[in-house]
């Protein structure tokens, strides 16, 4: 279960400079999707959570990517998605340990104070959908619905530490 990080935890994004999350929060709530680029259990739900982001890209928060990989490796990774969320390049899972994240994927919804409002770990759609439920409710929002017919069936992922 995700934990609420240090404010100083740095994140890595692939085109600017690495800055504390708390600068991160200070007009939005953060939504980020955890990946292992080096695992098919992240790949399979790249569209998915590529979905999720783009319903609430117009929201009041900021959506990107969190991926356990080197700013090349997330570009690889995540082909046209990385430059159209924010995405964070954590090759030492420094952030993905600060959240404390025992599997990926994962979806995280941070408050503008830092702590996890909601989270949900592997692929599991009836706990995603509850995450983007709440983001939906505390934004004023319409959540997509999960699973869609071309989503992948459950699965636990893997281990987020590697």
Same mark, same amino acid.
């Given at each position: 279960?995700? /934990?609420?990080?240090? !404010? &100083?935890?740095?994140?890595?994004?692939?085109?600017?400079? *690495?800055?504390? +999350?708390?600068? =991160? %929060?200070?007009?939005?709530?953060?939504?980020?999707?955890? +990946?292992?680029?080096?695992?098919?259990?992240?790949?399979?739900?790249?569209? $998915?959570?590529?979905?999720? !982001?783009? @319903?609430?890209?117009?929201? #009041?928060?900021? @959506?990107?990517?969190?991926?356990?990989?080197?700013?090349?490796?997330?570009?690889?990774?995540?082909?046209?998605?990385? $430059?159209?969320? !924010?995405?964070?390049?954590?090759? #030492?899972?420094?952030?993905?340990?600060?959240?404390? +994240? &025992?599997?990926?994927?994962?979806?995280?919804? !941070?408050?503008?104070?830092?702590?996890?409002? /909601?989270?949900?770990?592997?692929?599991?759609?009836?706990?995603?959908?509850?995450?983007?439920?709440? +983001?939906?409710?505390?934004? /004023?929002?319409?959540?997509?619905? %999960?699973?869609?017919?071309? #989503? *992948?069936?459950? =699965?636990?992922?893997?281990?987020?530490?590697?």
């Amino acid at each position: 279960m995700a /934990s609420s990080p240090p !404010l &100083d935890t740095v994140l890595r994004p692939i085109n600017a400079t *690495p800055r504390p +999350l708390a600068q =991160y %929060l200070t007009t939005f709530h953060l939504v980020v999707v955890a +990946l292992d680029p080096f695992t098919n259990e992240s790949a399979w739900i790249l569209d $998915t959570a590529g979905r999720v !982001l783009t @319903v609430f890209s117009q929201a #009041d928060c900021r @959506v990107g990517w969190l991926v356990a990989g080197t700013a090349e490796e997330c570009r690889e990774f995540l082909g046209p998605w990385a $430059t159209r969320f !924010l995405t964070f390049a954590d090759p #030492d899972r420094d952030a993905i340990k600060a959240l404390g +994240l &025992d599997r990926v994927p994962a979806i995280v919804h !941070l408050a503008m104070d830092g702590s996890v409002v /909601s989270s949900a770990e592997g692929w599991q759609p009836a706990a995603w959908q509850a995450v983007v439920d709440e +983001l939906a409710r505390v934004l /004023s929002w319409k959540a997509p619905r %999960l699973p869609a017919a071309q #989503d *992948p069936a459950p =699965y636990e992922g893997t281990p987020a530490l590697g």
